[in-house]
């Protein structure tokens, strides 16, 4: 039925609707597989419906195209030049010219470029310091896969105001410091205070021995800390007390000081 339409040089509504009756189609199904066969080699199978290109969000560009792209931005964008997209589209599209191939978008070489790791880019493009702004301050954390490894500390003050009992004269503003387990991010102390918080003095709160029985899962926060994380606020001078930092740590612990903007 497809065949001797497609065979004319032109469909006209009653031959399209008397197909349409006849397969159980509507007219514009019709002209579909018309167009299908005109543009197949004769079979039957040139009347299936063709397979999606990938949808959103995939590759649509051959292989051969996604190579010259590949190529040009490590050689044209990714580097100390900083040449802008307009110029590595021209690049790729001379390329792809030359090689007989079907020029992409610039949208999709946009698309490619967001794709890039933001360091590595970065570094390449503008140097190693422009990059340290997407970097953690202290660099990458160690892992930390067992409870109590590692417990981070950190104080902020109380949005309270302490005054005296006797002639209500404000004495300031406590602290309240929170030391909270890495893995498991349970509240393992916590502690309100007048006095300035300091690095060494919240390392030596902890002063529980770990008992010699093995450990359950369920009572380890009992057990000493491996080491303690301690943001410090370095903004307001504090943890430079030279007595605290000279003073020696329990047996056993590390203390680790991050940098002034560290969250990890």
Known sequence: MIGPLAEKARVGLTDADGAAAMLGISRRQVYVLVGRWRAGVGVVSDLLPGRSSGGRGSGRLPDEVEAIVAEVLRRWYLTRQRRSVAAVHREIARQCRLGGLRVPSRGSV?????????????????????ARRLQPPGGVPPAVVDLLEQVQVDHTPVDVIVVDEQHR?????????????????????????LEAPSASRR??????????????????????????????????????????????????????IAPSGDSQ
């Open 110 to 130: 946009v698309r490619r470029i967001a794709r890039l790791e933001p360091v590595s880019s970065t570094v390449a493009r503008e140097g190693s310091e422009a």
């Open 203 to 256: 390392s030596r709160r902890p002063t529980h021995r770990p008992p010699r029985r093995p450990l359950r899962r369920q009572d380890r926060v009992r057990q000493t800390p491996q080491a303690a994380r301690h943001q410090p606020r370095a903004a307001r001078g504090e943890d430079r007390n030279p007595q605290d930092l000279a003073s020696p740590l329990p047996r056993g612990h590390v203390l680790a």
């Open 169 to 193: 004269m404000p004495i300031g503003r406590p602290y309240l410091t929170v030391a909270i387990d890495v893995v498991s991010r349970c509240v393992v102390g916590l502690v309100v205070t």
